[in-house]
Structures are given as C-alpha cells and as structure tokens.
C-alpha cells in the first residue's frame, strides 16, 4: 500500500503566537519523509462560540488538487469551511452520528486550534512488515507523561513538566 498510516492531530491554542515555528517544523519533517500533511484547518473560535476557519497546507499544488480538503470531508465539515463535503459529493460520511468526533466543540471558546491531517511516512515498512507476518493493529493512542512515572520512564519532575507544556492554555 502506497499511503502511510493517518492520523487527526487538533492542536489547542489560547492567545496564538505564531511566528513560524509549527510550519517550520512541518516542513523539516516532510522534507526528511517523515510525515506529510495532507491538510491543515485553522479554527478560531471567539468568546461566544462563532467559529471561522482557515485551509492551510503545505502542499503542492499538484497534491492540493489530487488530495483536496480531506478533514472537511472526514468531519463532514465541508459547508463551513468552503469545500464541498463528502454528502454534498454523494459520498458516505465515514462516521454514524453516534461515532462522530466532534472536534470543533472540543475546542474552547476564545481559542484557536490546528487541525492537522498527517500521514506517517516512517511507518509504512513497519506497518507492512506486521502485514506480512499477519498482524494488525488493535488500538492506538498517546500516552500522557504522567503515566510514564509510574515504569521509570521519566521522573516526576520531568513528566510534570512535560504534562504542563503538552496541556497549557487548555485549564483556562
């Protein structure tokens, strides 16, 4: 299979700063074929829940074109940030209400978020060498710092550390 394993990431942002740094960092990991963004929303809510959003990408143009605005149609946000949605497509939305993640009322008032559609280059030999020998995937998911005091990973000081900068802004 040519497309690597995909994953929604939604970045949290109280005041937003940006002075490049997150686009910096994109770039230096798809220039070293490790993940690529296969789409990119800027989602700004204002202190009553309005919400406006932004495409961004760093796509070519070619890929742009080939990939279009796939967390829109993933979402089924098409309407609101104006591309057409896969049901407005005569597609199929991949989730039944009850299995939807709705990220935009994940994402506090007055705040902005990144909503980043990423494809993991790195993992396509490993994922297909667990293919060839039969396997498969049965969960996912990040592990919180804190839970890595507990087997020596990382000390408690550190992990809070941690934890504190993965989860600014969010206890506001």
Do not use: C, Y
Not at 145 to 150: C, K, R
């Amino acid at each position: 299979m040519a497309i690597g394993p995909i994953q929604l990431i939604v970045l949290g942002f109280t005041h937003p700063d940006f002075r490049g740094e997150v686009i910096a960092e994109l770039e230096k990991l798809r220039r070293t074929d490790t993940i690529r963004v296969i789409d990119a929303l800027a989602v700004h809510k204002d202190p009553k829940g309005a919400i406006a959003v932004e495409h961004l990408s760093n796509l070519s143009p070619a890929e742009e074109v080939e990939l279009g605005s796939k967390i829109s149609a993933l979402l089924g946000l098409g309407a609101e940030v104006g591309a057409e949605s896969a049901r407005e497509k005569g597609g199929v939305h991949p989730f039944s209400d009850a299995d939807a993640w709705d990220v935009l009322a994940e994402i506090p008032n007055d705040s902005a978020a990144a909503l980043l559609l990423i494809e993991h280059h790195w993992a396509v030999p490993l994922r297909d060498a667990v293919a060839r020998a039969q396997g498969f995937r049965v969960s996912d998911g990040f592990i919180s710092p804190l839970d890595l005091i507990a087997i020596g990973l990382v000390s408690a000081e550190e992990a809070q550390e941690l934890h504190d900068l993965e989860t600014a802004g969010s206890t506001r």
